[in-house]
């Protein structure tokens, strides 16, 4: 099982990425978000590259049925529906809906890796439903950190330590040999010098920092918690959705009882 792994979803081509196996990374809040929006009983989230995509999309939805989500510089796009806290998806909220969801660099990378064979959203929210999904596919797997592209370089530290972790997990569990690139490698010993205190790293990270401007300080706490959203969110089609095995049977949702 080689792993490789980019720091930034600006670093490659959707090309590159067709036919791999691909875990994307956007802790802050990407990830969390759609793991949140999907557990509370969203339908299906659609990740896209731009506003204007968004908007293209949504006007060919059934407009009660379709939500729009996301950020720019960490607040809700004007005439979005939500923005990127994690804490707004709620059940009452999502439950049945479709997501159009768009943000600075989660919904990028997510976006960018439609071509993927395989392809599931992580953060520490959902870290060892990640672990397990690698373990079974058990082959090659391309990382995608989403990183930053608002001024602060492209490296994000939560998303690279996030990696770091998943592959200490994989390193500790899986029985077969792992080559790891020398960016995999350097996520694992960023993991293994951060990783004690995650929730104090991320409120010191960049982005971290930006969020407690901005009055989200709250998300970083709900970002941190390791496995407190166990669910898979994966690539069916274009758009993400549950693993089947983590999805409540339609009647269940509509019946209100997930
Ligand atoms: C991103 O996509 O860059 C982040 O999730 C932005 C945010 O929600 O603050």
Redesign the pocket.
Same mark, same amino acid.
């Given at each position: 099982m080689r792993i490789d792994l980019s720091f930034s979803a600006s670093s490659f081509d959707e090309l590159q990425l067709r036919d791999k196996n691909v875990i994307v990374i956007?802790v $802050?809040? !990407? !990830?969390t +978000?759609v793991a949140a929006a999907l557990n509370n009983g969203a339908r299906e989230i659609i990740p896209v590259a731009s506003i204007e995509s968004a908007v293209k999309i949504s006007g060919s939805l059934f407009g009660e049925v379709t939500l729009r989500g996301g950020?720019r %510089?960490?607040k809700i796009i004007e005439g979005f529906n939500l923005? %990127? !806290?994690p804490r707004e998806y709620t059940e009452s909220t999502v439950r049945g809906k479709s997501i159009i969801f768009c +943000? +600075?660099?989660?919904?990028?990378a997510m976006a960018k890796s439609r071509y993927a064979k395989n392809m599931a959203v992580a953060s520490f929210v959902n870290l060892t439903r990640v672990v397990e999904y690698m373990k079974e596919i058990n082959n090659d797997f391309w990382i995608v950190c *989403?990183g930053? *592209?608002?001024g602060l370089g492209s490296f994000s530290l939560e998303d690279a330590v996030c990696a770091g972790m998943i592959l200490d997990r994989l390193e500790k569990e899986n029985s077969l040999p792992m080559e790891l690139s020398d960016s995999s490698r350097a996520a694992q010993l960023l993991h293994k010098s951060l990783g004690r205190s995650l929730l104090k790293m991320m409120k010191n990270s960049d982005?971290g920092q930006? $969020?407690k401007e901005i009055g989200?300080e709250e998300d970083i706490k709900v970002c941190a918690a390791v496995d407190s959203i166990p669910v898979l969110p994966v690539l069916s089609g274009n758009v993400l959705k549950l693993r089947k095995d983590d999805r409540a049977p339609e009647s269940e949702l509509a019946q209100g009882t997930k």
């Open positions: 956007d $802050l809040r !990407s !990830s +978000t950020e %510089n960490g923005g %990127n !806290s +943000t +600075t660099n989660g919904s990028v *989403a930053k *592209a608002m982005h930006y $969020l989200f």
